[in-house]
């Protein structure tokens, strides 16, 4: 920074002002969380009477309650308890295949060069690119060919196919930067095409890994397009339940119980930070740092 | 311990007009300590790879013990490599990766733990067994790398400019171990390198390369003393051999001699080897090392072939043990080792000694050795 090198009066004025914008977009950036959770605490009446920035006058948990089992989403009153389980049922799976076909790929895309790999990374490189609604026609189509309509696997297979793109680029990028000597070596200690890749090059993967599953998760948990469009009514995951909640128009509006179901929705995706975040910026960072 | 036989050898990588390798023919003895010596882009790791089976040859033969292996896999060939990079496992402690050919090739737990045992006495790690490669030094991380060769008891040994990562100091200190290595078990080692004093120093035989050639193979002393072309006589040696052009003489004895031109525009008579009695009248181009033009020396007495001349010496640096000093030739620079304790300014002229009874001589087109 610039400020440390300099003087000392220079320095305490460019510390304050810099801390001082650096906590007004903190400011701004929290704002919102802190209205969301506390209207989740308020009750009917608080929210009517009271500002939108005011604390609760009286801290109820009746709207959690309600948004978790009650609350209704469409047709049904059961709260978006179902819907939470929905959306774990297709999160882990996608996450877990795409993240291991994407180290798979990434694996002979750097390490076992056959004729076209190059193009072959071009295309899957394409895939990153392709916005959803491109895709949601032949994608509808195929899931109906297949008897996967409507259904969790459904989810889970459009998720991984169009999440490979984005894994096998992540561990492209990280397996390339592993020198190829490691690989000739293991190849003249005699262990083979799988060996290495479950001996070797698995065992020192754990940064990407981490970041792939951040982001994986991060991106379908939070998926609403796919989840409308494939799911059925037992399948459909949170975002689309969340969706319903709020839009459900039954006389008054109940902020506080929407404000808690949003809060629901985005807990998972806040848990997988906090408990893997710290590998994230390792990760991503991992390529320049030799390892 | 095996024997190798490297039969015409030739590689042109895909997409390319070029050949990699021209035809290589080399025999190994067993028990041999072969080097692999060129700059860079000559081809030597590409032979060392093909050796080893990472990369396929376009033709030719790769015998071990008279079996063709050329279409075998790495694995199948029985050999080991030391990497530049050292390439240790960075998941696997020392010990998991000496012992992770031994496991992949079915070795009895009891069996693997001997072996380690003895591996890593022979290179004294065995305190480092439990460690990461990232916990160690350079230097230990080389002698792993060198214990995982050694811990599979290979037919083959192969180095692939296995020093070339650590510090002055302990490179020289590791090529005294691989040295005593050697000595001690007596293995079959092909071994590449552009350090051409790595070269003389270990090597039984040298291989000196240049563009996918074998420029030529031999000895130490034959490299060094009589090379068979001006390409090998200026790799090898430092400061690199002299290259003079000269024409041949005759002088009034009938013996064969040229003229030496200095700074100062004066001609010297040089005697030459009776020999080149027959290019008497052609041009020549004259190769000197360093160490054949030295100062007065009393006891050398002055025979047929050892001439004294006079040159200005222009630049004088001192090394230490010895002092190189610059001088003209025939309007080239031609550099001299000097006794350090001389005492005499740059600028100055000096009586010096050529020993030409050492020299090569060179076709000056062909660039060929016309001696050997």
Redesign the interface.
């Known amino acids: 920074m610039h400020s440390s090198s300099t003087s000392q009066g220079e320095n305490g004025l460019g510390r304050w002002l810099i801390y001082g914008v650096l906590a007004l977009m903190a400011l701004v950036y929290l704002l919102p969380l802190f209205v969301m959770l506390v209207t989740s605490f308020k009750t009917g009446t608080d929210i009517r009477t009271g500002s939108l920035i005011s604390l609760p006058q009286e801290w109820v948990t009746d709207s959690w309650q309600a948004a978790w089992g009650t609350a209704c989403t469409g047709v049904t009153c059961d709260g978006i308890k179902g819907y939470f389980w929905n959306s774990i049922k297709m999160v882990v799976p996608a996450v877990l295949i795409s993240t291991f076909i994407g180290a798979f790929n990434g694996y002979v895309i750097s390490k076992w060069r056959f004729k076209g790999s190059d193009l072959f990374f071009s295309l899957m490189l394409f895939g990153c690119f392709l916005p959803f609604q491109l895709v949601l026609l032949p994608m509808a189509a195929m899931l109906g060919k297949l008897g996967l309509a409507n259904t969790t696997t459904g989810l889970v297979l459009v998720h991984v196919i169009y999440g490979v793109a984005f894994t096998t680029l992540f561990f492209r990028n990280y397996y390339i930067n592993v020198?190829d000597?490691?690989v000739?070596?293991?190849?003249?200690?005699?262990?083979?095409f799988f060996?290495i890749f479950w001996?070797?090059l698995l065992?020192?993967s754990k940064p990407i890994i981490m970041v792939t599953i951040i982001w994986q998760f991060t991106s379908i948990w939070n998926d609403f397009l796919f989840g409308v469009v494939y799911s059925g009514a037992d399948s459909q995951p949170i975002t689309v339940a969340l969706n319903n909640l709020v839009n459900t128009s039954t006389g008054v509006k109940a902020y506080n119980v929407d404000m808690a179901a949003a809060i629901i929705a985005a807990l998972p995706t806040l848990f997988v930070y906090f408990v893997a975040g710290k590998y994230f910026v390792r990760g991503l960072t991992a390529g320049s740092v030799k390892? | 311990m095996a024997k190798l036989d490297l039969i015409d050898i030739r590689k042109t990588y895909p997409k390319s007009d070029l050949e990699t390798l021209k035809g290589i023919n080399i025999s190994i003895e067993p028990g041999e300590f072969l080097i692999l010596v060129g700059p860079s882009g000559c081809g030597k790791s590409t032979l060392m790879?093909t050796i080893?089976?990472?990369e396929d040859i376009s033709s030719g033969e790769i015998r071990i013990n008279d079996v063709d292996v050329s279409g075998l896999?790495?694995?199948d060939r029985d050999?080991?490599?030391v990497?530049?990079?050292y390439?240790l496992?960075?998941?696997m402690t020392v010990r998991e990766n000496m012992a992770?050919?031994l496991k992949?090739?079915k070795t009895p737990t009891t069996e693997i733990d001997a072996e380690i045992k003895r591996v890593s006495e022979l290179l004294q790690i065995d305190h480092l067994l439990d460690r990461k490669p990232s916990q160690l030094s350079g230097g230990q991380q080389q002698r792993v790398a060198m214990g995982?060769a050694l811990a599979?008891r290979p037919k083959l040994y192969l180095f692939d400019e296995p020093l070339s990562n650590l510090d002055a100091k302990l490179r020289v200190e590791m090529r005294t171990e691989v040295k005593k290595l050697h000595q001690r078990l007596g293995t079959t080692i092909v071994y590449v390198t552009h350090d051409q004093i790595e070269a003389m120093t270990l090597a039984d035989r040298i291989a000196v390369m240049k563009a996918g050639e074998v420029q030529q193979l031999g000895s130490p002393y034959e490299i060094y003393n009589h090379p068979t072309n001006m390409f090998v006589a200026g790799f090898m040696g430092s400061p690199s051999m002299n290259f003079v052009p000269i024409t041949v003489l005759e002088n009034s004895d009938a013996h064969a001699c040229t003229e030496l031109t200095g700074s100062d525009g004066k001609a010297q008579l040089l005697a030459l080897p009776d020999k080149l009695k027959t290019y008497v009248g052609k041009k020549l181009m004259l190769g000197l090392r360093p160490e054949h033009i030295s100062q007065q020396l009393s006891h050398h007495s002055e025979t047929d072939l050892i001439s004294a001349a006079r040159f200005n010496i222009e630049i004088l640096e001192p090394t230490g043990p010895e002092t190189i000093a610059q001088i003209t030739i025939n309007d080239h620079a031609v550099h001299c080792r000097l006794a350090p304790d001389l005492s005499i300014t740059a600028g100055q002229d000096l009586d010096l000694m050529i020993d030409v009874s050492k020299a090569s001589f060179f076709d000056p087109d062909s660039e060929r050795n016309i001696l050997l």
């Open positions: 020198p000597e490691l000739k070596a293991a190849k003249l200690d005699g262990a083979g060996t001996a070797i065992p020192i390892g | 790879n080893a089976g990472l896999a790495p694995k050999i080991a490599m990497f530049q990079s390439a496992y960075p998941n992770f050919g992949i090739r995982r599979r």
